[in-house]
Protein backbone atom coordinates (compact mmCIF):
# COMPACT_ATOMS: atom_id res chain seq x y z
CA UNK A 1 0.00 0.00 0.00
CA UNK A 2 0.46 3.70 -0.13
CA UNK A 3 3.31 5.01 2.28
CA UNK A 4 1.41 8.31 4.30
CA UNK A 5 4.22 9.33 6.17
CA UNK A 6 6.72 9.89 3.66
CA UNK A 7 6.65 11.73 0.26
CA UNK A 8 6.85 8.96 -2.86
CA UNK A 9 10.21 10.04 -3.71
CA UNK A 10 11.79 9.84 -0.16
CA UNK A 11 10.46 5.90 0.16
CA UNK A 12 13.47 3.90 -0.81
CA UNK A 13 12.84 -0.22 -1.07
CA UNK A 14 14.08 -2.70 1.79
CA UNK A 15 16.04 -4.94 0.01
CA UNK A 16 15.57 -8.20 1.82
CA UNK A 17 18.84 -10.33 1.97
CA UNK A 18 18.54 -14.14 2.85
CA UNK A 19 21.66 -14.30 4.86
CA UNK A 20 22.58 -17.97 4.68
CA UNK A 21 25.80 -19.94 3.44
CA UNK A 22 24.09 -21.99 1.33
CA UNK A 23 22.70 -19.64 -1.26
CA UNK A 24 25.18 -18.89 -3.38
CA UNK A 25 23.20 -16.26 -5.13
CA UNK A 26 21.53 -13.01 -3.48
CA UNK A 27 18.01 -12.96 -4.20
CA UNK A 28 17.33 -8.92 -4.91
CA UNK A 29 14.21 -7.65 -5.89
CA UNK A 30 15.20 -6.36 -9.70
CA UNK A 31 14.18 -2.24 -9.45
CA UNK A 32 15.06 -0.14 -12.38
CA UNK A 33 17.79 2.40 -11.39
CA UNK A 34 20.40 2.63 -9.02
CA UNK A 35 20.24 -0.88 -6.47
CA UNK A 36 23.59 -1.82 -5.34
CA UNK A 37 24.12 -5.38 -4.97
CA UNK A 38 25.00 -5.08 -0.69
CA UNK A 39 25.60 -8.49 0.19
CA UNK A 40 26.98 -11.19 -1.79
CA UNK A 41 26.75 -14.81 0.24
CA UNK A 42 27.72 -18.10 -0.35
CA UNK A 43 31.12 -16.12 -2.32
CA UNK A 44 34.08 -15.82 -0.05
CA UNK A 45 34.15 -11.95 0.04
CA UNK A 46 30.83 -10.79 2.14
CA UNK A 47 29.95 -7.71 1.72
CA UNK A 48 28.33 -5.57 4.36
CA UNK A 49 25.10 -6.08 5.33
CA UNK A 50 23.60 -2.53 5.64
CA UNK A 51 23.47 0.02 3.11
CA UNK A 52 25.34 3.46 3.69
CA UNK A 53 22.55 5.58 3.99
CA UNK A 54 19.56 4.16 6.59
CA UNK A 55 19.49 5.13 9.89
CA UNK A 56 17.01 1.98 10.55
CA UNK A 57 17.03 -1.37 8.26
CA UNK A 58 15.07 -4.79 8.51
CA UNK A 59 17.38 -7.86 6.91
CA UNK A 60 16.56 -11.03 6.69
CA UNK A 61 19.22 -12.79 8.31
CA UNK A 62 19.07 -16.89 8.43
CA UNK A 63 16.03 -16.83 8.09
CA UNK A 64 14.50 -14.31 10.49
CA UNK A 65 13.62 -10.46 10.25
CA UNK A 66 16.01 -8.25 11.95
CA UNK A 67 15.85 -4.56 12.70
CA UNK A 68 18.98 -2.85 13.03
CA UNK A 69 18.44 0.69 14.45
CA UNK A 70 19.99 3.94 15.49
CA UNK A 71 22.82 2.62 12.50
CA UNK A 72 24.22 6.41 12.32
CA UNK A 73 25.10 6.49 16.00
CA UNK A 74 28.76 6.85 16.91
CA UNK A 75 30.13 4.43 18.93
CA UNK A 76 33.41 5.68 18.69
CA UNK A 77 33.92 9.19 18.90
CA UNK A 78 37.58 9.91 17.71
CA UNK A 79 37.63 7.32 15.09
CA UNK A 80 34.18 8.17 14.17
CA UNK A 81 32.95 4.51 13.86
CA UNK A 82 29.38 4.01 13.67
CA UNK A 83 26.88 1.31 15.28
CA UNK A 84 26.79 0.26 11.16
CA UNK A 85 30.32 -0.22 10.69
CA UNK A 86 29.98 -2.28 13.86
CA UNK A 87 27.05 -4.83 12.42
CA UNK A 88 28.80 -4.83 9.23
CA UNK A 89 32.20 -6.05 10.96
CA UNK A 90 30.04 -8.78 12.89
CA UNK A 91 28.40 -9.81 9.40
CA UNK A 92 31.80 -10.14 7.75
CA UNK A 93 33.28 -11.71 10.56
CA UNK A 94 30.90 -14.56 11.30
CA UNK A 95 32.11 -17.65 9.79
CA UNK A 96 35.35 -16.76 11.74
CA UNK A 97 33.50 -16.02 15.13
CA UNK A 98 30.69 -18.08 15.12
CA UNK A 99 32.52 -21.68 15.75
CA UNK A 100 33.40 -19.40 19.11
CA UNK A 101 30.10 -18.90 20.30
CA UNK A 102 27.78 -21.22 18.94
CA UNK A 103 26.16 -23.16 21.65
CA UNK A 104 27.34 -20.76 24.38
CA UNK A 105 25.65 -18.80 26.78
CA UNK A 106 26.35 -15.40 26.58
CA UNK A 107 26.90 -12.27 28.75
CA UNK A 108 25.99 -9.25 27.29
CA UNK A 109 27.89 -6.38 27.56
CA UNK A 110 26.16 -3.73 26.13
CA UNK A 111 26.97 -0.34 24.76
CA UNK A 112 23.80 1.78 23.93
CA UNK A 113 25.76 4.55 23.42
CA UNK A 114 29.44 3.79 22.44
CA UNK A 115 32.06 3.37 23.88
CA UNK A 116 32.27 6.58 26.25
CA UNK A 117 28.79 6.10 27.06
CA UNK A 118 26.75 4.06 30.00
CA UNK A 119 27.44 0.15 29.33
CA UNK A 120 25.82 -2.42 31.34
CA UNK A 121 25.66 -6.40 31.94
CA UNK A 122 23.12 -8.66 30.79
CA UNK A 123 23.00 -12.24 31.69
CA UNK A 124 19.16 -13.28 32.20
CA UNK A 125 17.55 -12.76 29.13
CA UNK A 126 13.94 -14.35 29.96
CA UNK A 127 11.26 -12.92 28.53
CA UNK A 128 13.49 -10.39 26.50
CA UNK A 129 14.34 -11.75 22.90
CA UNK A 130 12.97 -13.32 20.53
CA UNK A 131 11.69 -16.60 20.36
CA UNK A 132 13.85 -18.04 17.68
CA UNK A 133 17.39 -17.14 19.34
CA UNK A 134 18.05 -20.27 21.83
CA UNK A 135 18.11 -19.75 25.54
CA UNK A 136 19.88 -21.93 28.70
CA UNK A 137 18.44 -22.17 32.17
CA UNK A 138 20.96 -21.69 34.76
CA UNK A 139 21.01 -21.15 38.38
CA UNK A 140 23.12 -17.69 38.64
CA UNK A 141 26.52 -17.81 41.00
CA UNK A 142 26.64 -14.27 41.48
CA UNK A 143 22.23 -14.31 43.26
CA UNK A 144 20.81 -18.09 43.10
CA UNK A 145 18.26 -17.08 40.83
CA UNK A 146 17.17 -19.10 38.22
CA UNK A 147 18.07 -17.41 34.71
CA UNK A 148 18.28 -17.68 31.19
CA UNK A 149 21.01 -17.08 28.92
CA UNK A 150 21.32 -16.31 25.82
CA UNK A 151 22.90 -18.57 23.29
CA UNK A 152 24.39 -17.98 20.10
CA UNK A 153 24.16 -19.99 17.67
CA UNK A 154 23.72 -18.41 14.07
CA UNK A 155 24.77 -15.11 12.65
CA UNK A 156 21.00 -13.92 13.24
CA UNK A 157 21.54 -14.19 16.89
CA UNK A 158 25.12 -12.25 16.69
CA UNK A 159 23.85 -9.75 14.50
CA UNK A 160 20.98 -9.25 17.07
CA UNK A 161 23.37 -8.94 19.95
CA UNK A 162 25.43 -6.36 18.07
CA UNK A 163 22.17 -4.51 17.55
CA UNK A 164 21.41 -4.56 21.08
CA UNK A 165 24.88 -2.32 21.53
CA UNK A 166 27.15 -5.14 22.60
CA UNK A 167 30.30 -4.14 21.08
CA UNK A 168 32.26 -7.13 22.62
CA UNK A 169 30.85 -10.83 22.73
CA UNK A 170 31.66 -12.77 25.69
CA UNK A 171 30.91 -16.77 25.39
CA UNK A 172 31.28 -19.12 27.84
CA UNK A 173 34.14 -21.48 27.87
CA UNK A 174 31.70 -24.51 28.29
CA UNK A 175 28.84 -25.62 25.79
CA UNK A 176 25.05 -25.77 26.77
CA UNK A 177 25.70 -29.80 25.89
CA UNK A 178 28.27 -30.43 28.56
CA UNK A 179 28.07 -27.22 30.77
CA UNK A 180 30.31 -28.03 33.53
CA UNK A 181 33.42 -29.12 31.11
CA UNK A 182 34.98 -26.16 29.43
CA UNK A 183 36.21 -26.92 26.01
CA UNK A 184 39.63 -24.38 26.24
CA UNK A 185 42.00 -23.43 29.42
CA UNK A 186 42.72 -19.93 29.73
CA UNK A 187 45.92 -17.71 30.84
CA UNK A 188 44.83 -14.49 31.07
CA UNK A 189 47.77 -11.62 31.35
CA UNK A 190 46.38 -8.66 32.46
CA UNK A 191 48.62 -5.87 33.02
CA UNK A 192 48.50 -3.49 36.05
CA UNK A 193 49.32 0.20 36.43
CA UNK A 194 52.55 -0.16 36.73
CA UNK A 195 53.14 -2.78 33.78
CA UNK A 196 54.05 -1.49 30.30
CA UNK A 197 53.15 -3.87 27.37
CA UNK A 198 56.11 -5.08 26.66
CA UNK A 199 56.08 -6.75 30.19
CA UNK A 200 52.91 -8.29 29.11
CA UNK A 201 54.66 -9.77 25.87
CA UNK A 202 57.51 -11.57 28.07
CA UNK A 203 55.10 -12.81 29.95
CA UNK A 204 53.20 -14.81 27.01
CA UNK A 205 57.00 -15.83 26.04
CA UNK A 206 57.84 -17.36 28.92
CA UNK A 207 54.26 -18.94 29.32
CA UNK A 208 54.62 -19.80 26.03
CA UNK A 209 58.06 -21.74 26.90
CA UNK A 210 56.99 -23.30 30.15
CA UNK A 211 54.17 -25.05 28.35
CA UNK A 212 56.38 -26.13 25.02
CA UNK A 213 58.83 -27.67 27.08
CA UNK A 214 55.99 -30.17 28.65
CA UNK A 215 54.22 -30.41 25.48
CA UNK A 216 51.33 -28.41 25.98
CA UNK A 217 49.74 -27.00 22.57
CA UNK A 218 48.68 -23.57 23.23
CA UNK A 219 47.64 -20.14 21.19
CA UNK A 220 47.71 -16.78 22.10
CA UNK A 221 45.23 -13.64 21.22
CA UNK A 222 45.71 -10.37 21.86
CA UNK A 223 42.86 -8.98 24.31
CA UNK A 224 41.95 -6.05 22.39
CA UNK A 225 42.48 -4.41 25.53
CA UNK A 226 45.35 -4.16 27.08
CA UNK A 227 46.80 -7.88 27.98
CA UNK A 228 47.07 -11.17 25.71
CA UNK A 229 45.36 -14.46 26.40
CA UNK A 230 46.41 -17.98 26.16
CA UNK A 231 44.29 -20.48 25.56
CA UNK A 232 44.84 -24.41 25.78
CA UNK A 233 42.70 -26.99 24.40
CA UNK A 234 40.73 -29.05 26.87
CA UNK A 235 38.42 -30.97 24.24
CA UNK A 236 35.71 -30.67 27.26
CA UNK A 237 37.50 -33.42 28.84
CA UNK A 238 37.82 -31.53 31.80
CA UNK A 239 35.62 -30.04 35.23
CA UNK A 240 36.54 -26.17 35.20
CA UNK A 241 37.75 -26.77 38.90
CA UNK A 242 40.51 -29.07 36.86
CA UNK A 243 41.17 -26.58 34.13
CA UNK A 244 41.37 -23.33 37.26
CA UNK A 245 44.03 -25.80 39.16
CA UNK A 246 45.83 -26.21 35.55
CA UNK A 247 45.96 -22.66 35.06
CA UNK A 248 46.76 -22.34 38.36
CA UNK A 249 50.03 -24.67 38.20
CA UNK A 250 50.97 -23.13 35.05
CA UNK A 251 51.15 -19.12 36.24
CA UNK A 252 52.65 -20.33 39.16
CA UNK A 253 55.70 -21.78 36.98
CA UNK A 254 55.56 -18.38 35.04
CA UNK A 255 55.75 -16.18 38.34
CA UNK A 256 58.56 -18.06 39.55
CA UNK A 257 60.69 -16.91 36.30
CA UNK A 258 59.37 -13.19 36.52
CA UNK A 259 58.48 -12.48 39.97
CA UNK A 260 59.41 -8.25 39.53
CA UNK A 261 56.38 -7.34 37.55
CA UNK A 262 54.11 -10.43 38.01
CA UNK A 263 51.39 -11.19 41.04
CA UNK A 264 49.06 -13.85 41.79
CA UNK A 265 47.34 -11.58 43.98
CA UNK A 266 43.36 -11.15 43.54
CA UNK A 267 42.95 -7.77 45.32
CA UNK A 268 44.25 -5.39 42.52
CA UNK A 269 45.61 -3.37 45.57
CA UNK A 270 47.53 -6.44 46.81
CA UNK A 271 48.96 -6.48 43.14
CA UNK A 272 50.88 -3.11 43.46
CA UNK A 273 50.62 -2.55 39.64
CA UNK A 274 51.82 -5.84 38.94
CA UNK A 275 50.71 -7.75 36.34
CA UNK A 276 47.92 -10.72 37.22
CA UNK A 277 48.54 -14.03 35.82
CA UNK A 278 45.03 -14.47 36.07
CA UNK A 279 43.67 -17.96 36.27
CA UNK A 280 40.67 -17.29 37.71
CA UNK A 281 38.99 -17.31 34.17
CA UNK A 282 38.86 -20.87 34.52
CA UNK A 283 35.18 -20.80 36.50
CA UNK A 284 32.45 -21.88 35.51
CA UNK A 285 29.69 -19.20 33.92
CA UNK A 286 33.21 -16.55 33.65
CA UNK A 287 33.34 -14.96 30.24
CA UNK A 288 36.15 -13.41 28.35
CA UNK A 289 35.96 -11.28 25.10
CA UNK A 290 35.87 -14.29 22.13
CA UNK A 291 38.45 -14.57 19.44
CA UNK A 292 37.84 -11.51 16.60
CA UNK A 293 35.55 -9.68 18.96
CA UNK A 294 35.87 -6.22 18.86
CA UNK A 295 36.41 -4.14 22.27
CA UNK A 296 34.83 -0.96 23.28
CA UNK A 297 38.12 0.31 23.79
CA UNK A 298 39.89 3.81 21.66
CA UNK A 299 40.63 2.49 17.90
CA UNK A 300 38.01 -0.51 17.74
CA UNK A 301 40.68 -2.73 18.50
CA UNK A 302 40.00 -6.81 18.21
CA UNK A 303 40.65 -9.68 19.94
CA UNK A 304 43.02 -11.52 17.57
CA UNK A 305 44.53 -14.55 17.35
CA UNK A 306 48.37 -14.45 16.87
CA UNK A 307 51.30 -16.46 15.73
CA UNK A 308 53.72 -17.42 18.39
CA UNK A 309 56.11 -15.97 16.15
CA UNK A 310 54.54 -12.31 16.70
CA UNK A 311 54.49 -12.25 20.12
CA UNK A 312 57.38 -10.51 20.45
CA UNK A 313 58.40 -6.33 20.55
CA UNK A 314 56.81 -4.28 18.42
CA UNK A 315 53.31 -6.23 18.50
CA UNK A 316 50.52 -3.65 19.51
CA UNK A 317 46.70 -3.70 20.11
CA UNK A 318 46.46 -0.97 17.70
CA UNK A 319 47.37 -3.68 14.55
CA UNK A 320 44.07 -5.23 14.12
CA UNK A 321 40.79 -2.97 14.38
CA UNK A 322 37.31 -3.11 13.20
CA UNK A 323 39.23 -1.62 9.80
CA UNK A 324 41.72 -4.18 8.71
CA UNK A 325 40.92 -7.48 10.39
CA UNK A 326 38.71 -8.86 7.27
CA UNK A 327 41.73 -8.00 5.23
CA UNK A 328 44.13 -9.88 7.56
CA UNK A 329 41.50 -13.05 7.84
CA UNK A 330 41.72 -13.81 4.34
CA UNK A 331 45.79 -13.95 4.30
CA UNK A 332 45.65 -15.77 7.43
CA UNK A 333 42.42 -18.04 7.92
CA UNK A 334 41.47 -19.06 11.76
CA UNK A 335 44.46 -19.56 13.79
CA UNK A 336 42.67 -20.41 16.53
CA UNK A 337 41.20 -23.43 15.17
CA UNK A 338 43.23 -26.16 17.24
CA UNK A 339 41.72 -24.43 20.45
CA UNK A 340 38.21 -26.24 19.18
CA UNK A 341 39.99 -29.76 18.35
CA UNK A 342 41.40 -32.55 20.41
CA UNK A 343 42.14 -31.88 23.92
CA UNK A 344 45.50 -32.09 25.77
CA UNK A 345 46.28 -35.12 27.91
CA UNK A 346 46.19 -32.94 31.45
CA UNK A 347 47.63 -35.58 33.99
CA UNK A 348 50.33 -36.10 31.37
CA UNK A 349 50.67 -32.37 30.86
CA UNK A 350 50.71 -31.93 34.74
CA UNK A 351 53.60 -34.76 35.15
CA UNK A 352 55.82 -33.02 32.63
CA UNK A 353 55.19 -29.23 34.29
CA UNK A 354 56.00 -30.83 37.21
CA UNK A 355 59.59 -32.21 36.41
CA UNK A 356 60.50 -28.64 35.40
Not at 32 to 60: F, I, Y
Not at 270 to 282: H, I, V
Not at 337 to 348: A, E, F, H, Q, T
Request: aromatic share 8%.
Amino acid sequence: GMREDKKAAEVTREIPIEINEAEKKTTVKKTPGKNKLVAKTGSKERKTVLNPQDKSQVRKVAGHELQFTNLDKIYWPKEKITKRELINFYYQVAPYILPYLKGRPQSLNRYPNGINGKSFYQKDVTGKIPDWINTFPYRSQEDNQDKNFMVCNDEAALLYMANLGCIEINPWSSTIKKPDHPDWCIIDLDPGKRTAFEQVIEAAQVTHEILEGAGIASYAKTSGSTGIHIYIPLGAAYTYEHSKEFARLIVTLVHQQIPDFTSLERSVAGRKGKMYLDFLQNRPQATLAAPYSVRPKPGATVSMPLYWEEVKKGLSMQDFTIQNTIGLLKERGDLFKPVLGKGINMSKAIEKLEKL
